[in-house]
Every structure is written in C-alpha cells, then in structure tokens.
Nanobody, 127 residues
Framework: QVQLAESGGGLVQAEGSLRLSCAAS????????TGWFRQAPGKEREVVAA????????AYQDSVKARFTISRDNSKNTVSLQMNSLKPEDSAVYYC????????????????????WGQGTQVTVSS
C-alpha cells in the first residue's frame, strides 16, 4: 500500500518562501505522475502543480506560475514544491497526490486522476 507524507509547512510572512516535501513509501515516484493540491477554509480543493511521469513536463495553476516550482528527486523518492513570493491567499492545507495509472501520466490536474493522497500540511502566510 502506497503512503504519502508531506512536510515543510508552517507560518511565513508575505513574500517569504517555503519548501514542501512529499515522501512516498510503498511506491516509487519516478514511475508516477505527482501533484500538489491545496484547500483553503470554505473553498474547494484545487490543483497547484503537477509533474508528469518521468518529470519531463510540469503544469501550474495560473496564480502560482513563476512563483512555485514542482520537482522530483528520484534518489530520495521525494517530490517537492518550492514556494516563493508567498501571498496570504496561498494559505491553505497543501496535499501531495500520486498516480500510477497510465491514463493519467501527463500532468494530471484533477482529483479523480489521483489514487493516493497524503494527509496534508498547513501553510499560513501572514500579511
């Protein structure tokens, strides 16, 4: 059974940076497509970034383009989300998700495309 665990969340001031990390057990990220989602209070969960199987393609929500970077470290079996120039509206619980379904290997952006989810890590950006 695959388990995902996020880390790196916390409280940061606006314009600051955080790096989230997601570790997998029972699965190898290099053969998966992986994404980061977030959910703010009272809002739907939304995709933030995704990386394809193999890591050759990435996709981002428009509001985070040029500020966030998703990457994979195959040697550590982790996927990271580097978040720069953070804004208060980036505050949310951030979730890592992964799929090994070949139908969704190309930067999946919808929740139904992912089978495995982490428990989430809180990111709070103060103004």
């Amino acid at each position: 059974q695959v388990q995902l665990a996020e880390s790196g969340g916390g409280l940061v001031q606006a314009e600051g940076s955080l790096r989230l990390s997601c570790a997998a057990s029972g699965g190898t990220f290099s053969t998966s497509a992986t994404g980061w989602f977030r959910q703010a209070p009272g809002k739907e969960r939304e995709v933030v970034a995704a990386i394809s199987r193999g890591g050759g393609r990435t996709a981002y929500q428009d509001s985070v383009k040029a500020r966030f970077t998703i990457s994979r470290d195959n040697s550590k079996n982790t996927v990271s989300l580097q978040m720069n120039s953070l804004k208060p509206e980036d505050s949310a619980v951030y979730y890592c998700a992964a799929t090994w379904d070949s139908r969704y290997y190309d930067t999946p952006r919808f929740e139904y495309e992912y089978k495995y989810w982490g428990q989430g890590t809180q990111v709070t950006v103060s103004s």
